[in-house]
């Protein structure tokens, strides 16, 4: 449980920092004040700021904090980072370097940052996954794309069906498909051809069950049900992907955007057919599924976290208040009126945004913690 607690806190750490090092970077290049670009979350533990030319520390005893510096700081609570941008909150609009005072397009900029530095983590996290290898289904050895190499080929079994012939004789998920009859195949069809044309006889499944090597005998039914299957089993062909690093780079490109337009579906899924609670995922839920493909190998943890960074920039740019979506959109209202949006009522609204998202973190949380 330790250690699961600690990648998670890892991985969640480096998808929020670089998130906030976009915001950071384009802030300065844009000509704001940054207040502070922090490591974690308050309190502050202690910070740096660099002063004519040297680094120093402030924030403790009496070591003065410079206004007009960022401070870089180093907190207790180690979920990420922050950045804090002069003027942000709709303030010190007549200061030159106030978020506020800038124009459309280093305020956009700035406020998209966090959102495609989560982007380019996953394309570079697919893109390194794929020069040493990453898991993925097919159907047959012959589906291997040019150019590519499939390590560690293995037919897995996906699913079982209760109460079929495979789920009586005692076949579970995840077992690993060695052989039937002592034949084995290089392809999802060749086997399941081999099943129909022994329906109503013995066949010996020879598996392996973590350390574990089966032989287990199955009997298919005659004529199952269409779609059913004789013997109530879903398998596919597992193994590791692998590309020369100079095509690494473009299948990295091709698996992030199918990862966003995947996520995008999700949510669009989620709303039109209402699905609710039971569909939804907080902390303790992702932190479970940490657990599990962290015990499945670094590879499959790599993978894991890209999605996880996907996931983090397509949320942060829904158009909701609070999230960088919700700013941007103010920022076009603000461009085609032609004149600064009344800044209380903006204010009101990201603030209410903000509590809504809390207390529905709070809720999807006590709603893991129940079904945990």
Not at 331 to 352: D, G, P
């Amino acid at each position: 449980m330790f250690i699961t607690i600690l990648i998670f806190i890892i991985i969640l750490g480096i998808l929020v920092f670089v998130h906030e090092f976009g915001h950071f970077v384009v802030a300065k290049k844009s000509g704001m004040q940054v207040e502070e670009f922090g490591f974690g979350f308050p309190p502050r533990i202690f910070g740096f700021q660099r002063i004519e030319g040297k680094w120093k520390i402030v924030g403790l005893r009496n070591k003065q904090i410079d206004p007009s510096k960022t401070v870089y700081s180093i907190n207790y609570i180690p979920l990420g980072g922050f950045v804090r941008i002069l003027g942000e909150n709709n303030d010190n609009e007549n200061h030159p370097g106030s978020f506020i005072n800038k124009g459309f397009w280093p305020r956009f900029f700035t406020l998209v940052a966090g959102v495609v530095m989560n982007v380019i983590l996953a394309w570079v996290i697919f893109s390194a996954g794929y020069t040493i290898g990453l898991p993925v289904a097919i159907d047959s050895l012959a589906d291997v794309p040019a150019h590519a190499t499939l390590t560690h080929p293995q037919t897995a079994i996906l699913d079982v069906t209760k109460n079929l012939p495979a789920d009586k004789a005692g076949i579970k998920p995840n077992d690993i498909i060695l052989s039937l009859d002592g034949k084995s195949f290089n392809s999802v069809d060749d086997f399941q051809k081999y099943i129909q044309t022994h329906e109503g006889l013995n066949i010996t499944f020879e598996v392996q069950r973590g350390a574990e090597h089966l032989s287990i005998p199955v009997t298919p039914n005659v004529n199952p049900p269409a779609g059913q299957g004789a013997t109530g089993i879903s398998i596919s062909l597992l193994g590791r992907l692998k590309y020369p690093w100079y095509l690494a780079i473009w299948q990295g490109a091709a698996a992030t955007l199918s990862g966003i337009a995947s996520i995008v579906y999700g949510l669009y899924s989620l709303f039109s057919q209402h699905m609710g609670f039971s569909s939804l995922g907080g902390p303790v839920q992702i932190a479970k599924l940490t657990g599990q493909v962290a015990g499945l190998g670094f590879v499959f943890l790599m993978q894991f976290t890209a999605f996880l960074s996907l996931n983090l920039a397509v949320l942060n740019i829904l158009p909701f208040p609070a999230l960088d979506g919700g700013r941007v959109i103010f920022l076009l209202i603000e461009t085609v009126r032609r004149k600064r949006n009344n800044q209380k009522v903006e204010q009101i609204v990201n603030t209410a945004g903000f509590v809504f998202l809390i207390l529905l973190m709070i809720a999807v949380t006590v709603h893991d913690i129940i079904r945990k």
